[in-house]
């Protein structure tokens, strides 16, 4: 790794390629103990097959195009971070799930086509504010998820080891091939969804507040059908679905950049779409410069210290020719910060004319810890920020794209409040993240439909 600092960067060359990242300080990278067997297991992975292709790239660039022009809205949301060990047909098949349940909700509501982005099949890398912890008086490496090391606290476990990197690419071909074949195989069927979602609402009777949502969605259905719309049509039988995460971990993303034999351009084919960092958007930074040149669909994620400045070189290097679609900024303010933070970064883009496709992070700003030493969100500050997001919007003139959270299909108990009234004494019952709290997924569809309700203000 390049040891370059702050100092010695100048602008960005206009020339690129998948490696000339390494010429720029790059942030959150592990400390592999041995470079060869990096090496070997890089020159591995650029031999696989791609996980996706090119062209499913560019469809999804166009649909997010078509949010950034406020025709769509985009639900990105998956696992905090993915486990080698957890992830089994049903957990993807749950997640999936309440990933559909909630786009029901949301196209109703809008008006418009929901673009299913997950954060799934690669979100194995996480950043972290220490590079160390200590547990009883001894220190070792952070945890950075299973593509780098393994979460129990030994010198063995948390050794970087490179041959997790081609363990995430297997497990990640492996989901993505079991999403594909949910998605349309009939399982993702318009009126099976439907069928969940009046499940939840007949079963809480928080729940209920949301019928005439639901009554909405039934009276819709029957008018397709009046029109003479097949039960097997396409559009109500499968749904196209996307994947996403972190591009963390460079020497995998380089490994598995590819050049596009129809247009000779380079598209990161770990992913559909890639996001960088709050921790890694630093302009002259490693992240930075390798987003830049790759073609996929980008995203970079805004805390309440980005400022206009930031925000516009950041459009500027990632997407200078200005297409719609290319470039999603996802802010994660904290519900106490969003109404102050966000309204002069909506203004910057919006008058300098760059198509900023804009979601909502609601998760990683209101995260606490318990007295007990658990981080937690409560639902309430979620849905805060979600306000807060909508009201910036509604003030600046701009459309609010779409959100990002963090969710599961399983009954965890990592976020408090929402309709069970979780506290901060039932997190222990079932938790189990390996990272971040995750919404549940009553809590998930319960985030839907309040979202419903300002979509459909």
């Not at 410069?289 to 994620?301: D, H, L, Q, S, T």
């Not at 459009?315 to 904290?334: A, Q, V, W, Y």
């Not at 600046?396 to 990002?404: M, R, V």
């Not at 222990?428 to 990272?435: L, S």
Request: proline residues 6%; glycine residues 8%; aromatic residues 8%.
């Amino acid at each position: 790794m390049s040891s370059v600092t702050a100092e010695t960067v100048g602008p960005l060359p206009a020339s690129w390629h998948p490696s000339s990242w390494r010429d720029r300080p790059a942030a959150q990278q592990p400390q592999w103990p041995v470079q060869s067997t990096l090496e070997q297991a890089c020159e591995t992975l650029a031999k696989l097959p791609p996980l996706v292709f090119a062209g499913e790239a560019r469809q999804l660039q166009g649909k997010l195009a078509e949010a950034c022009a406020g025709r769509a809205f985009v639900l990105q949301a998956g696992d905090c971070a993915e486990s080698f060990n957890g992830v089994t047909a049903d957990s993807i098949r749950d997640q999936l799930k309440v990933i559909l349940q909630m786009a029901v909700v949301l196209a109703f509501s809008a008006g418009v086509p929901t673009v299913k982005i997950g954060r799934i099949a690669g979100q194995f890398a996480k950043p972290r504010s220490s590079s160390t912890e200590v547990v009883n008086n001894v220190e070792l490496p952070s945890f950075r998820g299973h593509m780098i090391n393994d979460i129990s606290f030994s010198e063995r476990s948390r050794t970087a080891d490179p041959e997790r990197l081609i363990r995430a690419y297997h497990q990640s071909a492996s989901t993505l091939n079991l999403l594909r074949a949910f998605t349309k195989g009939g399982y993702a069927d318009l009126r099976q969804v439907h069928r969940w979602n009046q499940d939840f609402i007949a079963s809480s009777p928080e729940g209920r507040r949301y019928e005439r949502v639901a009554e909405g969605i039934d009276a819709a259905l029957r008018f397709m059908a009046a029109c003479g719309i097949p039960p097997d049509a396409p559009e109500l039988h499968q749904v196209d679905f996307y994947t996403s995460h972190e591009a963390l971990v460079l020497d995998y993303e380089q490994a598995l950049t590819r050049q596009d034999s129809i247009t000779g351009q380079w598209y990161d084919c770990s992913a559909h779409m890639l996001w960088i960092g709050e921790r890694t958007r630093r302009l002259d930074g490693a992240h930075v410069e390798f987003m830049r040149g790759i073609k996929n669909p980008v995203g970079c994620k805004l805390g309440p210290t980005a400022t206009p400045a930031d925000v516009l070189e950041l459009c500027e290097n990632l997407n200078p020719d200005r297409i719609p679609g290319r470039l999603t900024l996802i802010s994660r303010m904290g519900a106490r910060n969003v109404f102050d933070a966000l309204p002069p970064l909506l203004v910057a883009a919006r008058d300098a004319g760059h198509p900023v496709l804009w979601e909502c992070d609601p998760m990683h700003g209101n995260t606490y810890t318990t007295p007990g030493g658990l981080k937690t969100r409560h639902f309430e500050d979620v849905v805060t920020e979600i306000n807060g997001y909508f009201d910036a919007h509604n003030q600046a003139g701009t459309w609010p794209g779409g959100i990002h959270v963090e969710i599961t299909g399983d009954d965890v108990t990592e976020c408090v409040g929402g309709a069970e009234a979780l506290s901060d004494n039932d997190l222990e019952r079932r938790y189990e993240t390996m990272c971040d709290p995750r919404l549940n997924g009553t809590q998930s569809l319960e985030l839907a439909f309040r979202l419903a309700e300002r979509l459909s203000d």
